[in-house]
């Protein structure tokens, strides 16, 4: 595995209504994204109630509290939720000076938006508890992965930590490790079984991760195979073709170059061998935009070995005329 960072961190944590707190930290062997990461939600329930809008492009439901301030927001037909909490800071020093800092918060929520779906019980017990969740997020658990992340453990299986994207041979890193793969242990899915593979212990590789933490750690359903069905398909385009989620950036086979629609924790979807035709063929998890104004994914990959937003094998930007700008295709909400 790679080397872990020893770094001082100063994070500075914005909280919804506008006061700043320092957090002053010297963590031995943990880098600055973990650090961040641990920040937690403001958590306090709208004064005088929730009032809701509803937008469109996507059709979505946003939750405001008396004073007008955006709580959270629901796309139809997606689980993914958006929340607002205090400010955190993403930061990956050894690849990239950018950062990101944002008070988006994502949640998977119990069933997929629907308009008017305010008005069900599971709603109203889930969003208080939502709002005051202090446990990481999908953005904090995508980023317990990247270079130096310490190893987490839960019965016995280590869930979390620095990973690679596979093994290494002559073609250099090898595709095809799967969730099971870095936890080493087989998986029965609803259409087939797996069996984890040794070599590929700690390993992840695109489509692997995006399962790894929408999957394993978020509880999203999974299947073995790349089919369409009630769950999220193995591979890069059969997420893209087959798997579930809404459409926010359709796929038009060319360059994707309108974000509008965009909000952090969406999957992101890339065609990285044209040569080999118009598939996707590469995935990420959208992060939001960056110190620079610009908009980053976090993806596992072959030439940085392992999950990354920062820039070894190609630029982690959508926008632009980078590697990764240049093969984005299209986007989906969860």
Known sequence: MRRAIRIGVLVAVIGVSGTAAVYVATQEKQDITALSASAAPGGEAAVGGYTYERLENPARTVVRD???????????????AMLTGKS??????????????????????PEPWKAGAENEAWFRDWLPKALG?????LLAMALQYTD??????????????DASFGPDSAEGRLEKSDFYDYLGVDW?????????????????????????VYGYRAGYPLLGGNTKGAGLPRRA?????LGPGTPVIADTKKQASNY??????????????????????????????????????????KVANGPTFGDAGGTSLIDGEGTYAKAFRAAKRL
């Open 66 to 80: 008396s004073l007008g301030t955006q709580l959270a927001s629901f796309t139809d037909g997606s689980r993914s």
């Open 260 to 301: 509008s629609a965009l909000q952090p924790g969406d999957l992101l979807f890339f065609n990285l061998e044209p040569q080999l035709g118009s598939q996707v063929s590469h995935t990420g998890i959208y992060l939001g935009i960056d110190s620079d104004g610009k908009r980053r994914v976090l993806s596992s990959r």
């Open 237 to 241: 385009w059969a997420m893209s073709e």
């Open 88 to 109: 955190r800071t993403f930061a990956e020093p050894k690849f990239t000076t950018a950062t990101i800092t944002s008070s988006a918060w994502i949640r998977f929520a």
């Open 148 to 161: 130096g992340s310490e190893p987490q453990t839960s019965k016995k299986l280590r869930v979390a930590g």
């Open 188 to 212: 029965e899915f609803p259409d087939k079984r797996e069996k984890a593979e040794r070599t590929r212990f700690g390993s992840l590789d695109c489509s692997g991760f995006v399962r790894m």
């Open 133 to 137: 969740d202090t446990s990481p997020d």
